[in-house]
């Protein structure tokens, strides 16, 4: 396993939880990396991306405003803060580093995956 998410769980509408993505086996300091989910029924979406420094970040429309995603290359990990949970947040959330320096909402553009972590939210 070269990525792992974690940090998911059961939580109210309204709450916090903040994702992690570690990466093992190898860096991906130099490597655009992105965060999707997939809610049951649904079809793989694009969350938010950041660039490899670290310095540009874009996010679903949805969760604009809500989460902000950050990464530290030195510890080779990255991170998904969740604020203002809504029950449409509900699904099972992976980390993927893309094969681009930028981030993409192309699923198509990440070679490396996570196994995903599940996130709850209840209203």
């Known amino acids: 396993v070269q990525l792992q998410a974690s940090g998911g769980g059961l939580v109210q509408a309204g709450s916090s939880l903040r994702l992690s993505c570690s990466a093992s086996?190898?860096?991906?300091?130099?490597?655009?990396m992105g965060w999707f989910r997939q809610a049951p029924g649904q079809e793989r979406e694009f969350v938010g991306g950041i660039d490899w420094r670290g310095n540009t970040a874009n996010y679903l429309d949805s969760v604009k405003g809500r989460f902000t995603i950050s990464r530290d290359n030195a510890k080779n990990v990255m991170y998904l803060q969740m604020d203002s949970l809504k029950p449409e947040d509900t699904a099972v959330y992976y980390c993927?580093?893309?094969?681009?320096?930028?981030?993409?909402?192309?699923?198509?553009?990440?070679?490396?995956w996570g196994q995903g972590t599940l996130v709850t939210v209840s209203s």
């Open positions: 086996r190898r860096t991906f300091s130099n490597n655009g």
């Open positions: 993927a580093a893309s094969i681009f320096a930028r981030s993409s909402s192309s699923a198509q553009d990440y070679r490396y």
